[in-house]
């Protein structure tokens, strides 16, 4: 069974460049998590969805991160225009449907480098 | 605001000794949960402990929780060298529509010496 998957597992792109990550969660997971991932502050969570719907933002930095889930098995984060400051590990992460607390499945990364 | 901090920030320990991973929080919580992350990869969920809970065991790994002083340690016996990761201690205090959302703390950075 293939767990979350994140594409591409590496993205080296010059300032000013659009970039584009995508993930597909595990088969049946509701919910959907980004987050970013540096040394200076350490895991941040950029956006959740619930059933495709985005139901917290807060943690995008700026207006240049946005965030689709068109349908239940891919969701993207696009930076327009990116920036040197964006570099860093993004990941994407599910949590199945239950009515309980349930631990979350990462995907590998996609390191994102902006040169 | 980063909710759980993690103490230390690095540890580094003989094989076969037990390591100690201690993690703090700021508000009241429903759970908290540990995740390891090799370098590289992405994290891996280890434990969760409920608010309600005191102690839970898995294998090697022991969690505490002390809601008094929004406090958990995670324990790991017996470390091997693949126990090599960070370490990282994640609350989560509210379900907002049918999702939650976990807080990550800044992580322990164990190292097993063989």
């Known amino acids: 069974d293939a767990g979350v998957i994140q594409s591409p597992r590496h993205e080296v792109t010059e300032m000013g460049q659009e970039v584009t990550l995508r993930c597909k969660p595990i088969?049946?997971?509701?919910?959907l998590f980004w987050y970013r991932q540096t040394m200076m502050r350490g895991l941040e969570l950029l956006i959740y969805?619930?059933?495709?719907?985005?139901?917290?933002d807060s943690g995008m930095p700026e207006d240049r991160f946005s965030a689709k889930m068109p349908n239940a098995s891919f969701s993207t984060l696009k930076i327009q225009p990116s920036e040197p400051r964006d570099s860093a590990v993004y990941f994407c992460?599910?949590?199945?449907?239950?009515?309980?607390?349930?631990?979350?499945?990462f995907g590998p990364g996609t390191r994102l480098t902006v040169l | 605001s980063q909710q759980g901090e993690e103490d230390p920030q690095a540890l580094s320990i003989q094989e076969g000794e037990n390591a100690t991973m201690n993690c703090s929080y700021k508000?009241?919580?429903?759970?908290l949960q540990w995740y390891r992350q090799n370098s590289g990869r992405g994290l891996v969920h280890l434990i969760l402990?409920?608010?309600?809970?005191r102690e839970k065991h898995s294998g090697r790994l022991r969690v505490t929780l002390d809601t008094s002083k929004k406090s958990s340690s995670l324990l790991i016996t017996a470390s091997r060298a693949a126990d090599t990761a960070s370490y990282f201690c994640?609350?989560?205090?509210?379900?907002?529509?049918?999702?939650?959302?976990?807080?990550f703390g800044q992580g322990t950075r164990l190292t097993i010496n063989p």
């Open positions: 508000t009241s919580i429903n759970n």
């Open positions: 992460a599910s949590t199945p449907r239950t009515s309980g607390y349930n631990e979350q499945f």
């Open positions: 402990i409920r608010s309600n809970e």
């Open positions: 088969s049946g997971h509701n919910s």
């Open positions: 994640a609350t989560t205090s509210m379900k907002i529509q049918g999702a939650q959302k976990l807080v």
């Open positions: 969805f619930n059933n495709n719907v985005p139901i917290d």
